[in-house]
Nanobody
């Protein structure tokens, strides 16, 4: 059973930074593509960034140039470094290996 534990969220002013972490278990982490998703109030959950088992990454246009996804296979952990945060980045952030397994998420709130 896949278990995902996200952390690192919080309240930050616009222009600030946060680093999210997600520890995964119950899967072959080093072979898994991992994604960061977010869900803002009243909106559908959306993919933000993805990293494959080789370390290749991709980010959506809204995050490009500001967010960086990375992984540490020795710790079964995927990270999301978020810089230049905007109020519209406010959401609950989740990681997932498949877009179907979810943890509790971590709240990110960006004040203007």
């Amino acid at each position: 059973q896949v278990q995902l534990v996200e952390s690192g969220g919080g309240l930050v002013q616009a222009g600030g930074s946060l680093r999210l972490s997600c520890v995964a278990s119950g899967l072959m982490f080093r072979l898994s593509t991992m994604g960061w998703y977010r869900q803002a109030p009243g909106k559908q959950r959306e993919l933000v960034a993805i990293i494959d088992s080789s370390g290749n990454t991709n980010t959506t246009d809204s995050a490009k140039g500001r967010f960086t996804i990375s992984r540490d296979n020795s710790k079964n952990t995927v990270y999301l470094q978020m810089n230049s945060l905007k109020p519209e980045d406010t959401a609950v952030y989740y990681c997932s290996p498949n877009g179907r397994s979810w943890g509790q998420g971590t709240q990110v709130t960006v004040s203007s």
